[in-house]
């Protein structure tokens, strides 16, 4: 079975930047991204990046979050700069095989446990 292990989250003020990565056990997968979810709200979609590194942004994090995947170690990193309390949530690495760039969850057959974030005022 798969397993997705995350890393870097933390506890940062305004302004601030963390880095997060997530490899992977094993598997070869065409896209690779990072939801997150904080308290109250769904999980959405933040950022995502396919095998040939087309990437995807949620427009909240646009400018300001940066996805990358480094294809021989099969792993994903989310560097995040300028950071807002509004970013805080845990974060989730998932992973699918399917064709495409996709923003629905149902397509992400593989998660990771989450790692918090959160960013204070």
């Known amino acids: 079975q798969v397993q997705l292990v995350e890393s870097g989250g933390g506890l940062v003020q305004a302004g601030g930047s963390l880095r997060l990565s997530c490899a992977a056990s094993s598997g070869t997968f065409s896209t690779l991204g990072w939801f997150r979810q904080a308290p109250g709200k769904e999980r959405e979609l933040a950022a995502a990046v396919t095998w040939s590194g087309t990437a995807y942004y949620a427009d909240s994090v646009k400018g300001r979050f940066t996805i990358s995947r480094d294809n021989v170690k099969n792993t994903v990193y989310l560097q995040m700069n300028s950071l807002e309390p509004g970013d805080t949530a845990v974060y989730y690495c998932?992973?699918?095989?399917?064709?495409?760039?996709?923003?629905?969850?149902?397509?992400?057959?593989?998660w990771g446990q989450g790692t918090q974030v959160t960013v204070s005022s």
């Open positions: 998932a992973a699918t095989r399917g064709v495409g760039l996709s923003r629905d969850q149902q397509v992400y057959a593989d």
